[in-house]
């Protein structure tokens, strides 16, 4: 079936910092949508990649979808403390259901 | 627009009794979610509805049970609640299935003892 990995699983920063999460399939995704939640709160949808290579960027945010389609990244340009919370990927999989990465949890420190 | 909204916020049980999570969206949204989420497991589905009178498993159903009561409402039962079922219970709903962004509850945080 289907296996999507998401690394690292957890990385400390110091502000100013660049951070950069993987989500890596092992078959060709539809889609890619990457999603943020801050500590005690619920996920927050950020952006949905479709098409071979695009890129998005979101201020200090950019959004990769590999050439194949097997594998996408969020990279944030110079860390914020407002940045912590856990990133996760998610693809449209059987059923056209969600199926979300297990996450990335960033910490920021000044 | 109050979005996507859950009821209660906290709940703990004992072992064995049940409870029902209310979900209610404004955004006339077709399609609707319950989710949990335990520590380093990401989110997992346990029950979705693509449309007003349908709903279909997810990967973790067991022992769960769903209704949807009409196109803004989306509940979720535990008929006889175990320690494993701790857990934060989250709703979402989006315009469509797959491909659609999901819009999320601020969750339920439970408790089983």
């Known amino acids: 079936g289907q296996q999507v990995m998401q690394i690292p699983q957890y990385q400390h920063v110091q502000e100013g910092e660049d951070f950069t999460t993987y989500c890596n399939s092992s078959?060709?995704?539809?889609?890619i949508q990457w999603y943020k939640q801050r500590p005690g709160g619920h996920p927050v949808f950020l952006i949905q990649?479709?098409?071979?290579?695009e890129v998005k960027k979101q201020k200090r945010l950019t959004f990769q979808f590999g050439e194949a389609k097997k594998n996408s990244s969020l990279h944030i340009t110079a860390t914020q403390t407002t940045d912590v919370g856990t990133y996760f990927c998610?693809?449209?999989?059987?059923?056209?259901?969600?199926?979300f990465g297990t996450g990335t949890r960033l910490q920021v420190t000044l | 627009n109050a979005g996507v909204t859950q009821t209660p916020k906290f709940q703990v049980l004992k072992t064995g009794q049940s409870m029902t999570l209310q979900c209610a969206q404004d955004?006339?949204?077709?399609?609707m979610y319950w989710y949990r989420q335990d520590p380093g497991m990401g989110l997992r589905l346990i029950y979705y509805?693509?449309?007003?009178?349908?709903?279909d498993k997810g990967e973790v159903p067991n022992g769960y049970n769903v209704s949807r009561l009409n196109k803004r409402e989306f509940s979720l039962r535990l008929e006889s609640a175990a320690p494993s079922q701790t857990s934060v219970y989250f709703c979402?709903?989006?315009?469509?299935?797959?491909?659609?962004?999901?819009?999320f509850g601020p969750g339920t945080r439970l408790t089983v003892t």
């Open positions: 979402a709903s989006s315009v469509g299935g797959g491909g659609y962004e999901q819009y």
């Open positions: 990649l479709v098409k071979s290579g």
């Open positions: 998610a693809y449209t999989g059987t059923a056209s259901k969600l199926t």
């Open positions: 955004m006339n949204h077709n399609s």
């Open positions: 078959t060709t995704l539809s889609n």
């Open positions: 509805s693509a449309s007003e009178g349908t709903t």
